[in-house]
């Protein structure tokens, strides 16, 4: 009951920006408790008894379900692509000449043994209140201190983040990654000193075409 409750009180946060179902994941051990619970009770059902009844009306919903629903499982072009992009990330993080920030995929911050400077999809708000931390970002990229800058979200509209980026850093490419919404499109920003064009791959979604420069808003 706990985790059902939790889950309700939790439905409000889906209406946020980048939310999704994934909130009420708690509801589903919930639920899957409380339809045990009840269908053991005793009685008969449609003339079979309680238990074989739900079991018999649960197995045909997760027959439907499977029918019908396509979980979106990645694909032979989906690795060739992130292979591709995250070779890229190592690549310029491998110079040593400073830490990335990646406002989207975080993914890259593990990939190349940093920590996360922060969850890319929520810096434009954060930027915006002025939320303690935030400052440093906007003054290292002033300063240049990334190696690489990787966008899907973009900068923040506030204070200098944009004029910096720009400033100091190219863009050489970028990759459509896959993933459970469809298809990320993440553009990838070396600091003109190290800047390299990203070649384009066959049998991958990455180039340096336009559509892979420009942060989705």
Sequence with gaps: MLLLVGALLVLPLATKYGASWNYLVPAVPALAVLTARWWAGAGVVLGLPRPTAGAAILALAALVLSMTRHFPLPTAEDARTARAFYTFVADIAREKRGPILAVRPEYAYYHVGQPVEMEGS?????????????????????????????????????????????????????????????ELTATLLPRRDLFRPMQPQAGTRCGTSADAQKPAD
């Excluded at 810096?123 to 970002?137: C, Q, S, Y």
């Excluded at 506030?158 to 004029?163: K, L």
Aim: net charge positive; proline share 5%; charged share 20%.
């Design 122 to 182: 929520a810096l434009i708000h954060l930027a915006a209140a002025h939320a303690p931390g935030t400052e440093r970002i906007e003054a290292n990229l002033e300063q240049a201190r990334y190696s690489l800058l990787i966008w899907a979200w973009p900068l923040p509209e506030t204070g200098r983040y944009r004029e910096a980026a720009f400033r100091s850093y190219a863009a050489a490419g970028g990759c459509k990654l896959g993933y459970y919404f469809g």
